[in-house]
């Protein structure tokens, strides 16, 4: 079982945002009778991310309450009423109409199951190119952009793949992250440059997501389970890196992602 700062960090959902979900009935945690203590569970994760899933396709809260209820006949009624409201609204929506039209006419396609296998290693130090700032979801590929435009601008030489680093979730109305994106890079000599930073040798743990970001957060899962049960203690933020993302495939469901975490032991 997951306290509301551990459920917080691996659903990247904010604890204001978790108890506002408490407050209106969609995701209650379970309340220890001893200690007085609410918990998550696994359970819970599923929740979350269905939660997390109908947020970005414009439900709202009301409408998600009910969603959560509906079986899978009256959710394809619901999922073809949301899509005839999003295309009044603007361009901006178009990739979600998609998405969501997959729910009503899904297409004959290869299932994966990811099996979050966690390795252990060492990271070794490196040097890499770094652009911090609070977005959402969006604003996080926007983001990985400018990194991308202001590496082309220079003459560095790039060593391995583009990462973010999730250093915690903003307090808000909506799910924001304080995320910094990375180009790892060779430093043959000294550079003056407050963009490039140093990154220290470490131990840690990593597993591979395969497949869109919608369910990442077992990924995350994981790996929080893997170092409490092996007597391991998380340090430092969660990092993600995309070796298959937007930049190669528009088949969200073939992007390949590691997601990792600095351990020490207990």
């Known amino acids: 079982m ?6 917080s960090m691996i659903n990247k959902i904010s604890k204001r945002m978790l108890r506002y979900y408490d407050e209106k009935g969609l995701l209650k ?3 220890d009778e001893t200690n007085g203590y609410r918990y998550f569970t696994n359970d819970d994760i599923a929740k979350a991310n269905k ?3 109908l947020r970005r396709y414009h439900f709202s809260i009301d409408e ?3 969603a959560l209820e509906m079986d899978a006949t009256t959710m394809k009624d619901k999922y073809e009423q949301k899509i005839a409201e999003l295309y009044e609204k603007t361009i901006e929506y178009y990739q979600l109409i998609e998405e969501m039209k997959t729910y009503v006419e899904p297409k004959n396609k290869i299932t994966r199951v990811n099996s979050y296998d966690v390795f252990r290693g060492v990271r070794k130090p490196f040097h890499a190119i770094c652009l911090r700032k609070v977005v959402d979801e969006n604003g996080l590929e926007l983001l990985i952009d400018q990194l991308l435009i202001s590496v082309n601008k220079t003459d560095l030489i790039l060593k391995g793949k583009h990462l973010a680093i999730f250093h915690s979730m903003e307090e808000g109305d909506f799910s924001q992250y304080d995320v910094e994106v990375c180009q790892p890079i060779i430093v043959e000599e000294e ?3 407050s963009r490039i930073k140093f990154f220290e040798e470490a131990n840690y743990i990593y597993t591979i997501h395969i497949g869109n970001y919608d369910s990442i957060s077992y990924a995350y899962s994981a ?9 391991y203690h998380l340090e430092g933020p969660f990092i993600e890196r995309y070796y298959t993302d937007e930049l ?6 073939e992007y390949v992602t590691e997601v990792s975490i600095a351990i020490k032991k207990h």
């Open 51 to 53: 939660i997390k899933l």
């Open 29 to 31: 945690p379970k309340k």
């Open 2 to 7: 997951y306290k509301i700062g551990e459920f």
């Open 191 to 193: 550079v003056k440059d």
């Open 248 to 253: 190669i495939t528009l088949d969200r469901d």
């Open 64 to 66: 998600i309450k009910n």
């Open 223 to 231: 790996l929080y389970d893997w170092a409490h049960l092996n007597g």
